[in-house]
């Protein structure tokens, strides 16, 4: 090979349920990322929008998801959102724990389909992936209120899912591409497929 | 607590050493009692049994011998909550009740009322029944969120990976909750010197202008290295785990649980409350929505 060729790594195959020792470790990462920004971002009070509460850190689950499978981004969102709420002091909702699970296992069903961080047609499924996550998560979360609280679909809807799903998928659709791309450059460098 | 303008940022857990009843009690336990409450307690909507769970959740709270000055961040969220599910939903627009209450009812303030000073006059058909059902989610919620509000503040953080081990979750997913909770304190330095960083670069985190996307867009670069950096940083930890053989053998624990008598007396008394709720709900039909005769001749009249 001369100097001039450029290396090209040996692509490996993406397994889409591997849970090895880089899975618990970005699993644990990616959990304890999400519930520090979540708190950080909580007491920065960001400008937001009436009483929306702006949550930018959604967006560490749907990228886990996406970066290193399913199970990475269901434990990111789940275990993140345990230990941000632990923090703040906010109680243990296991529904929404759940919620925010299924809102980083959805993207991560596309890891595997996902080579070039920085390719168009990647951050475009990125970008369907999220919203599907944010639907499902929210959704279950949001049917579990029926359930506790006794609400009708129409107050669930209106009061629980709306908020959050329309929240969540502008922060998701903004900060994913920005953090796909930045992503695609470190794996590079670093060798990673 | 976290200082977003110091150069420290300080993330502490809210668990502190109370030498209470909850101390004492197997945090396994106490697991499984809080999620044998939450479902019970969903199976009812009748205010008598509603009534006895809530007293459970009040006799189970004080166990904590928490401060007002430490939960009331908690339940201040809980107010909220409540103030839209019961407030909002159930008594201004009905909403809240349409799962539970049936239509019609007993119409109280027929000719509605006029709100002083401002003279509007309000008439929203709030009827008894929805009224009664918002004393009974108060009850239910106001139970629940007791015993699940408690958790943060009583239960040592130490304790989360031993702990969901010995409830028979594997390995692997145990000890990724124990990892995170190592990692929070690196991550929130990490968090503070990024800040820093970009602040001295002229980012202005609070003083942005413009709409919802441009704002979202401004955390971009506060979240994009902290991320970046973890994502490197891990490969080590990875390397480091691998090197001493992770996943290899059968985990021990530092953190040592040990079951006492009292704990197995709680175990069975969540285990027969969840089977004497089922049977109770499912197999007598007890339980549903009901509102006493007493409470709609008050009302009504």
């Known amino acids: 090979?001369?100097?001039?060729?450029?290396?090209?790594?040996?692509?490996?195959?993406?397994?889409?349920?591997?849970?090895?020792?880089?899975?618990?470790?970005?699993?644990?990462?990616?959990?304890?990322?999400?519930?520090v920004l979540t708190y950080a971002t909580n007491f920065m009070q960001l400008p937001g929008s009436g009483n929306v509460a702006m949550r930018p850190a959604v967006v560490i689950p749907m990228f886990f998801g996406i970066a290193f499978g399913p199970i990475v981004g269901f434990i990111t969102g789940f275990v993140g959102n345990i230990l941000s709420d632990l923090l703040s002091g906010w109680g243990f909702w296991f529904w929404w724990d759940l919620g925010n699970g299924i809102m980083g296992l959805i993207p991560g069903l596309i890891s595997v389909a996902i080579i070039d961080y920085k390719a168009i047609k990647s951050l475009l499924l990125g970008e369907l992936f999220v919203i599907l996550g944010a639907a499902g998560g929210m959704g279950i979360a949001a049917i579990s209120e029926m359930w506790v609280s006794g609400a009708d679909m129409t107050a669930v809807i209106y009061a629980n899912f709306l908020p959050a799903f329309l929240t969540n998928i502008a922060n998701g659709l903004i900060l994913l591409p920005i953090l796909m791309v930045a992503y695609a450059a470190v794996a590079q460098r670093s060798g990673r497929q | 607590m976290l200082v977003s303008d110091s150069t420290i940022m300080l993330v502490t857990w809210r668990y502190k050493y109370r030498n209470s009843i909850m101390d004492s009690i197997d945090p396994r336990a106490r697991w499984i009692f809080s999620f044998a409450f939450l479902i019970s307690c969903t199976m009812f909507w009748d205010a008598r049994f509603l009534i006895f769970f809530f007293t459970i959740a009040v006799v189970w709270y004080t166990f904590g011998r928490t401060k007002w000055k430490e939960t009331r961040h908690g339940w201040l969220l809980v107010s909220v909550m409540l103030f839209s599910m019961i407030v909002i939903n159930t008594l201004i627009t009905g909403g809240g009740a349409g799962g539970v209450v049936p239509p019609g009812g007993h119409e109280v303030w027929t000719q509605g009322f006029t709100i002083p000073w401002v003279n509007w006059h309000v008439h929203f058909g709030l009827t008894a029944e929805r009224l009664w059902f918002a004393i009974c989610q108060l009850l239910r919620l106001g139970g629940i969120s007791a015993i699940f509000v408690l958790i943060p503040y009583t239960m040592d953080s130490r304790s989360y990976g031993a702990t969901f081990h010995g409830l028979g979750m594997p390995d692997r997913f145990a000890y990724t909750?124990?990892?995170?909770?190592?990692?929070?304190?690196?991550?929130?330095?990490?968090?503070?010197?990024?800040?820093?960083?970009?602040?001295?670069?002229?980012?202005?985190?609070?003083?942005?202008?413009?709409?919802?996307?441009?704002?979202?867009?401004?955390?971009?670069?506060?979240?994009?290295?902290?991320?970046?950096?973890?994502?490197?940083?891990?490969?080590?930890?990875?390397?480091?785990?691998?090197?001493?053989?992770?996943?290899?053998?059968?985990?021990?624990?530092?953190?040592?649980?040990?079951?006492?008598?009292?704990?197995?007396?709680?175990?069975?008394?969540?285990?027969?409350?969840?089977?004497?709720?089922?049977?109770?709900?499912?197999?007598?039909?007890?339980?549903?929505?009901?509102?006493?005769?007493?409470?709609?001749?008050?009302?009504?009249?």
Request: hydrophobic share 50%; charged share 20%; with cysteine.
């Open chain 1, 1 to 35: 090979m001369s100097e001039k060729e450029e290396y090209q790594m040996p692509e490996k195959k993406k397994s889409l349920f591997k849970f090895g020792t880089r899975e618990v470790v970005y699993s644990a990462i990616g959990a304890a990322l999400y519930a």
């Open chain 2, 177 to 301: 909750m124990e990892l995170s909770f190592r990692f929070i304190p690196t991550l929130a330095q990490d968090f503070a010197a990024t800040l820093d960083a970009q602040k001295a670069r002229g980012y202005e985190i609070e003083k942005v202008k413009g709409g919802l996307f441009r704002k979202i867009l401004r955390i971009a670069p506060l979240i994009v290295p902290i991320t970046m950096n973890s994502i490197v940083a891990s490969e080590d930890v990875a390397n480091a785990m691998d090197l001493r053989c992770f996943g290899q053998y059968k985990r021990t624990w530092l953190f040592k649980l040990k079951f006492h008598w009292w704990d197995i007396l709680l175990i069975i008394f969540s285990a027969l409350m969840l089977m004497g709720s089922a049977v109770a709900a499912y197999g007598f039909k007890m339980g549903n929505f009901w509102v006493p005769e007493y409470f709609i001749n008050l009302l009504v009249g």
